[in-house]
């Protein structure tokens, strides 16, 4: 970190930590270094440093939970901002469900508040059970999966701009599509949900079957970004097309560089083993890529964001 970024963050209330390994931090467990991970203790030294970033032209990611994420091996610059602080952890649930029901801030885990959701027997958000994400990070990727997106149950958003400030958005305005919300600026404060009232036992019911159903056909205990690719778009005749049977139909279960693999039990899984670069996944998640290309004529889409020196656009955004 050089002088000039250090000055950034002097007076204000955050706690830095200069080049932060970032590997740990994900759920690949590999890949590089921050010059700077820096966490706020509170909204308004969030808001002045996000307004300083973009004065001083320097890159802002927001670190989630890591899930959906590769750092590249030699790491990224400028900030990274991690919103573990409970002045970003901060929810509200209102037993009687509706518009509003749940608001959450961006540092609330996913699973956590799907607990305490279905708990307080407020139904819309089980079929997200199992999704590592946090609520930032879910929203800006607009998480899912086969029983639904957290976009289905959105109901607003506050949403810093590059200078820092708030501005409150309807779930309409975010153009939320699939695995992709358009944030008008680089960093969600908090979100709210509108949820049912239902009976606590039905609820949690369901997120016991949801997460049944992913233990079963997911390599969960395998270090891994959950799905590698997007589901592509229906084909000309409507049927719709799922990318881990696509990879698996190409043949390409086990398929490995360095110690990287496909995983043999859900074909849209990358695993990796230890000793696993960044680049061993970039380079694995490619040769898929072409292979699947070759075999069915279809270009995937790599749903997990990779954050690399040079990445520009790419890198401004949450993880889910
Ligand atoms: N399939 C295969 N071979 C495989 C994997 C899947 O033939 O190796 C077949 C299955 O048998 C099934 C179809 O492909 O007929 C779809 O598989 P699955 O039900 O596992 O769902 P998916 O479309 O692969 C989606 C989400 C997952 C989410 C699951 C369950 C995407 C890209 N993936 O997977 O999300 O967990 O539904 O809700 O939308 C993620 O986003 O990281 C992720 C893992």
Not at 118 to 128: D, F, H
Not at 166 to 171: E, G, K, M
Not at 213 to 222: F, M, N, V
Request: proline share 4%; net charge negative; with cysteine.
């Amino acid at each position: 970190m050089t002088a000039g970024a250090s000055r950034l963050f002097a007076d204000l209330e955050v706690d830095v930590e200069p080049d932060a390994a970032l590997g740990p931090r994900t759920w690949f467990g590999v890949g590089g270094r921050a010059d700077a991970l820096v966490r706020p203790r509170s909204i308004d030294a969030l808001q002045t440093l996000v307004g300083r970033c973009h004065r001083d032209g320097i890159e802002l990611r927001v670190l989630g939970e890591g899930a959906n994420l590769l750092v590249e091996d030699e790491g990224v610059g400028g900030v990274v901002v991690r919103l573990d602080h409970p002045a970003f952890r901060e929810r509200q649930i209102e037993g009687r469900g509706g518009a509003d029901s749940v608001r959450a801030h961006a540092g609330v885990e996913l699973p956590r508040l799907i607990l305490e959701t279905s708990r307080a027997g407020l139904a819309g958000l089980e079929g997200l059970a199992g999704i590592p994400a946090s609520i930032g990070g879910a929203v800006k990727m607009n998480a899912g999966g086969a029983f639904g997106a957290i976009g289905d149950r959105l109901h607003a958003a506050a949403v810093l701009d590059r200078r820092g400030e708030v501005s409150v958005y309807a779930a309409a305005d975010l153009k939320l599509g699939y695995r992709r919300a358009s944030l008008p600026g680089p960093v969600l404060l908090w979100a709210s949900f509108s949820l049912e009232s239902d009976d606590p036992m039905r609820v949690q019911e369901r997120v016991r079957e949801v997460f049944a159903y992913k233990r079963s056909t997911q390599p969960l205990s395998d270090h891994s970004a959950g799905c590698m690719f997007k589901n592509p778009p229906p084909d000309s005749s409507g049927e719709k097309r799922s990318a881990g049977q696509l990879i698996d139909q190409a043949g390409l279960k086990g398929l490995a560089v360095g110690a990287a693999s496909v995983s043999r039990q859900h074909a849209n899984f990358v695993t990796v083993a230890p000793g696993a670069t960044a680049a061993d996944i970039v380079a694995l998640a490619d040769l898929v890529s072409d292979r699947v290309f070759d075999h069915a004529g279809v270009r995937l889409e790599r749903e997990v964001v990779v954050w690399g020196r040079g990445r520009g656009e790419e890198g401004v955004r949450h993880d889910a």
